[in-house]
Structures are given as C-alpha cells and as structure tokens.
C-alpha cells in the first residue's frame, strides 16, 4: 500500500516536497512514479525512478522537479520548486514494473499500485 503526504496551497514560485511512503516491501525492483491530475485533464507522468535511483522527467517539469528515494525507509519523494498554476493536481505515487513506460502507467492505472493521492495548489 502506498500512502503520499505533502500536498498543500501554496503560491506561485514556491516549493513542496511530496513523498510516497510504502508499507513493507512494494518497492523492491519496481519503478516508481508521481502522477497528476487537474479537473478536466487527462492524467500525466510528471516523474519516475527505478530501484538503481535512475530518474526521468516530464518536459513540464525538468529543472524545477526532482524524484528520490529511499529504499531503506521504503520512501520516495517529489522536490517541486519553482512551482507554477499549471502544476496544480491531484498527485500520486504508483509503483510498477520498470518495462512499463509511466506514459501506460498513466493510462492504464491497472498497471501499477497506487497511493489514494494528495492535492497540490498553487496560486
């Protein structure tokens, strides 16, 4: 099971740290992502790491995002500096095998094991 934490309201140009805490070992080898959602958009990878600590980002979010974690502390975290109106969501953690891009992940929520969310606002 997967639980995030750290969402809140804060203003433009501000920064958050999300993280997704993992109860017993769901991390293992599995890649694990941050994903958003705004009202009447589709559901978007924003950023992914695999159990090497490899991490990738959305265009939207390089410079401004970085993803880490913690297998010692089953933890993954989301940095988001600089954060704009646009970055506003529902954000979520998923774990899932590494052979899946998060772009699947994001459409096939079956795929992975997901946290219930947490909401960022920005203003």
């Known amino acids: 099971q997967l639980v995030e934490s750290g969402g809140k309201s804060v203003q433009a140009g501000g920064s958050l740290r999300l993280s997704c805490g993992a109860s017993?070992?769901?991390?293992?080898?599995?890649?694990v992502g941050w994903l958003r959602q705004a009202p009447g958009k589709e559901r978007e990878g924003v950023a992914a790491?695999?159990?090497?600590?490899?991490?990738s980002y959305a265009d939207s979010v390089k410079g401004r995002f970085t993803v880490s974690r913690d297998n010692a502390k089953n933890t993954v975290y989301l940095q988001m500096n600089s954060l704009k109106s646009e970055d506003a969501a529902m954000y979520h953690c998923?774990?899932?095998?590494?052979?899946?891009?998060?772009?699947?992940?994001?459409?096939?929520?079956?795929?992975?094991?997901w946290g219930q969310g947490t909401q960022v606002t920005v203003s």
């Open positions: 790491i695999d159990s090497d600590g490899i991490a």
């Open positions: 998923a774990a899932y095998p590494c052979s899946r891009p998060i772009m699947m992940v994001a459409r096939t929520p079956s795929l992975a094991s």
């Open positions: 017993g070992s769901i991390y293992g080898d599995a890649c």
